[in-house]
């Protein structure tokens, strides 16, 4: 027994070298901080000037704060209101478990003069205008038709098409191979959970006056210096299914991060979903897993990776990129199509459809937010719902069968008070590891459609959590006594064996 515990004490000692003789790796922004300083980086909650451009004495607090990494620091960061900065100490942070915070890294978010970002704001344009279309009558809304012929038109624009044109089907869709297979909306949001004695439906509370917020200057810039905001009422009476772009902002304003990921793993479990061929106990004759290699263990794991995402992220967000929210940079497409101001913003979002369209619907270019608050007091890139998206989902997809497929998809029916059938061509090629993949595209995008989110925040956001989860799966590996190889596809297809 000592010598299998010297060999545990070895195992882990291996792990945590290993993660010490880790490559820090070169974090690297996109230069728009010092191009055009105080324009074109995250402000939300400092004090902002008549424009909604940041006090540049403020900015430069926080920039020392981040410098500094001094607590005095950070409490000399002056505020505009009463919301406070989230959390940017957390990025410092490390863990003895996966990599440590700093040690991953993510490409620097496009730049606002550049087609990309203008490609990113038209799609957001286009979320908020098509907030309250069903999304299985995507095909069938003339609103969907119009902003999937803008989206195929712009000369950047990086998500998914079918022969070379963005359509209903793949509009708004994520970008991994088996996102654009069946309904938009994973089947992990859509079946019961089993939960212990319990059952739980996935109908959620509602809003009882669905609206548009922060359409208007004087709103928008007293929630750019921090204004708390009266919170939307929701109607705890009448629940329903996830239905609309609405309905899926709604979700993930209230959710608990792993939340979708913890269901889906109770899903699969209460289902007897076969588990990766790589599990050791598919080769026992007379063990079963439990502790290690069983339920309790990847339930655990599924909710633990979320911390290390977001500490990883976090870094990410206030040490690197400090990129600006949409609702910021729509307050700068405000501002300049209003001829007030000059700003480096690259013409095709500015000559959009999708910016005309909002103003004949609100009288503003401003980007309409979902939330009354509009984003949270962090900065946008990588997205933090992508992020443990990311890994949550990798975690799933190293445990379970990606290739099982699921038995009775089914859609909301169309007072979204139901469950019906999905009869569509592909209903017997819903998979495992593809609905995993599109639970995550749909909890990062529904951060989109909220319209506090990028699109490269999802994208970049939940290829961060991957690997987080890829080392987070190999250290488990490493201090476990068992010889257990998993398998999985990553996001952009390929298939690694952890």
């Known amino acids: 027994m000592s010598d299998r515990r010297f060999v545990a004490r070895d195992t882990r000692i291996q792990a945590a070298e290993a993660e010490f003789q880790r490559q820090v790796p070169v974090h690297a922004a996109n230069g728009e901080e010092t191009d055009h300083p105080f324009i074109c980086n995250y402000s939300k909650a400092l004090p902002h000037n008549k424009y909604g451009e940041v006090e540049p004495a403020a900015y430069r607090l926080l920039r020392r704060a981040l410098a500094t990494g001094s607590y005095e620091d950070f409490e000399r960061i002056p505020l505009g209101d009463t919301r406070g900065l989230v959390n940017p100490q957390a990025g410092l942070s490390f863990g003895l478990d996966g990599p440590d915070a700093q040690a991953l890294t993510i490409p620097p978010a496009p730049r606002t003069d550049s087609a990309e970002n203008s490609a990113e704001a038209v799609e957001l344009y286009w979320m908020a205008l098509c907030r309250d279309v069903l999304f ?98 929701r109607n705890f009476a009448t629940r329903r299914y996830i239905q609309t772009p609405r309905d899926l902002a709604h979700y993930v304003h209230f959710d608990a991060l792993y939340e979708a990921y913890l269901n889906a793993a109770l899903i699969l479990l209460g289902a007897n979903a076969p588990v990766d061929a790589g599990n050791p106990y598919n080769f026992s004759r007379n063990q079963v897993g439990f502790a290690t290699y069983g339920g309790p263990h990847i339930l655990s794991l599924v909710t633990e990776v979320a911390t290390r995402a977001l500490r990883a992220v976090w870094y990410q967000k206030w040490y690197v990129h400090r990129r600006m929210r949409p609702e910021e940079f729509g307050g700068r497409v405000h501002q300049q199509l ?33 939330f009354p608050e509009g984003s ?17 989902v990798t975690l799933l997809k190293a445990w379970f069968d990606e290739s099982h497929i699921l038995p009775g998809p089914v859609v909301p029916s169309t007072d979204g008070t139901a469950l019906e059938p999905y009869t569509g061509p592909d209903a017997d090629r819903l998979t495992v590891g593809g609905e995993l993949n599109k639970v995550a595209a749909n909890i990062a995008t529904g951060r989109n459609m909220a319209g506090v989110h990028w699109r490269t925040d999802y994208t970049r956001g939940v290829r961060l959590g991957e690997e987080i989860a890829i080392g987070l799966l190999r250290e488990a590996k490493e201090t476990t006594l068992e010889d257990a190889v998993f398998t999985l596809n990553r996001f952009d297809g390929t298939t690694i064996a952890v």
């Open 376 to 392: 949270p007091t962090h900065p946008s890139y990588a997205s933090g719902h992508a992020t443990v998206a990311g890994a949550c």
């Open 136 to 233: 299985t009558r995507f095909g069938d809304s003339g609103l969907v038709a119009e902003a999937a012929t803008e989206l195929g038109g712009l000369s950047d624009f990086r998500a998914p098409k079918q022969g070379g044109l963005v359509t209903p089907q793949t509009i708004f869709r994520g970008d991994s191979r088996h996102d654009l297979i069946g309904p938009y909306l994973s089947q992990f949001l859509l079946k019961d959970i089993p939960y212990g004695t319990l059952l739980i439906s996935q109908r959620q509370d509602t809003l009882a006056r669905p609206v548009d917020h922060l359409t208007t200057w004087g709103e928008w810039l007293e929630v750019q210096n921090g204004s708390e905001r009266e919170p939307d009422e």
């Open 338 to 370: 209003r001829g007030q101001r000059e700003y480096p913003i690259d013409s095709e979002v500015l000559d959009s459809v999708a910016v005309k369209r909002v103003f004949e619907k609100h009288g503003s270019y401003l980007m309409p937010q979902a």
